[in-house]
């Protein structure tokens, strides 16, 4: 009898403390589980990786070039000259570039689809990665330099592998990048403000 009471005791403390222990593993479960689906949230830095950035070109000169940062991209904002914009349209120009007519429609929203590349023609708007291998082209707004010849009208180049783009993103031909620099969605949000990353309601 004795022994028949000691292992009734026996069993309810057996399942007390099994009770006890499931409910303790659940507790830590739940603790443990909490930070982990925190941690698989976007965070704020994440979710504002993708916005819009407003940039103010009020202080721009004609022929400097601003440069933000957009998707973790470099997105240079270019305020050309009025000799800028008339060697864009130069025949000689065109024909040595591959697409001056920007033909990969995957290149530019339909808005940049001009010999500009751009909204307004005194600005561009574009992602300053190189199309061949991602490096980073650079600004070169000198005129006949003596390492890029006579021929050049200023534009961007990209020291890794040679490749050269004119001063509306545009490839030139023989040179790695098989297609022009790419243009990002963007307005222009008042006179001196453009907003890159949300596209332009053209009418």
Request: hydrophobic share 40%; aromatic share 6%.
């Amino acid at each position: 009898m004795n022994m028949k009471g000691n292992a009734v005791v026996d069993r309810k403390r057996r399942r007390l403390l099994i009770a006890a222990t499931t409910a303790i593993a659940g507790a830590g479960a739940i603790a443990v589980s909490i930070p982990l689906l925190e941690s698989m949230q976007p965070s704020a830095r994440a979710k504002t990786a993708g916005a819009p950035v407003d940039v103010d070109f009020s202080k721009l000169e004609p022929g400097e070039q601003v440069t933000v940062a957009w998707r973790g991209k470099p997105v240079w904002v270019l305020r050309r000259t009025p000799e800028n914009l008339a060697d864009l349209k130069r025949t000689d120009l065109r024909e040595r570039l591959r697409d001056p007519d920007s033909g990969v429609a995957s290149q530019q929203p339909t808005y940049a689809q001009n010999e500009f590349r751009s909204i307004k023609p005194e600005y561009l708007v574009v992602i300053g990665i190189c199309t061949h291998l991602g490096c980073v082209p650079a600004y070169r707004p000198d005129r006949s330099p003596a390492d890029l010849g006579e021929d050049w009208l200023g534009g961007y180049y990209c020291p890794c592998h040679g490749s050269r783009f004119d001063l509306a993103g545009r490839v030139f031909r023989g040179v790695p990048a098989p297609t022009n620099l790419v243009i990002p969605p963007y307005q222009f949000i008042s006179e001196n403000m453009v907003r890159i990353g949300e596209d332009a309601a053209i009418s």
